[in-house]
């Protein structure tokens, strides 16, 4: 292995860069969906009001407030790792979802 190959390597095993950021389609699919649904249809465990009828500006203090410990649920470990531009590419993708 040459040079760059291994400093390629370790910026990926690190992290070091945004080649390992994620997309807000797939924070949602791997994050959120199992609990808000597909398509933001569902109440979160019984609980949260379908995304689907929030506003982008709604979903976005919803999860900063999570983030901040400020409303506990079953999602406030995924919610903490977000960043607060996670959070605002989430919130505008999730009111882009439909069935």
Do not use: F, W
């Not at 903490?80 to 993708?93: F, M, N």
């Amino acid at each position: 292995m040459n040079k760059q190959h291994v400093a390629l390597l370790m910026t990926l095993l690190l992290g070091s860069g945004p080649a390992l950021a994620q997309t807000p389609d797939v924070i949602y699919k791997n994050s959120c969906a199992s609990c808000h649904g597909r398509y933001g249809e569902k109440n979160a465990l019984g609980k949260a009001r379908p995304l689907k009828d929030l506003t982008q500006q709604e979903i976005a203090e919803g999860l900063l407030a999570r983030k901040a410990g400020e409303i506990v649920g079953a999602g406030n470990k995924a919610k903490a790792r977000l960043s607060d531009e996670d959070i605002t590419a989430l919130s505008a993708y999730v009111v882009t979802l439909q069935k």
